[in-house]
């Protein structure tokens, strides 16, 4: 009769690395739900920011670094709601 030969299941290579499961739920809580809304902070926490320079030092309203805030804030939302 022939040996039945089997491989032991501790030689084989691991499915999973222990706390995967873990890590990515997670990266995805942290990626798909709280870092848009920092962002989204962020981006308004500068716009308030530059509003209240060019009020102190009483220049007057540039689009220019306005623009680029809206413009993230408008792609945050669009993502964020879609």
């Given at each position: 009769?022939?040996k ?44 308030a ?34």
């Open positions: 009769m022939k039945a030969t089997s491989k032991s299941p501790l030689k084989e290579p691991l499915l999973r690395l222990p706390g995967q499961s873990i890590d990515e739920q997670m990266d995805r809580l942290f990626n798909e739900k709280l870092l848009n809304y920092l962002l989204f902070a962020l981006v308004f926490f500068l716009l920011s530059v509003g209240w320079i060019q009020a102190i030092n009483q220049s007057r309203l540039n689009p220019l670094l306005i623009e680029p805030g809206v413009r993230s804030c408008n792609i945050t939302f669009r993502k964020n709601s879609g």
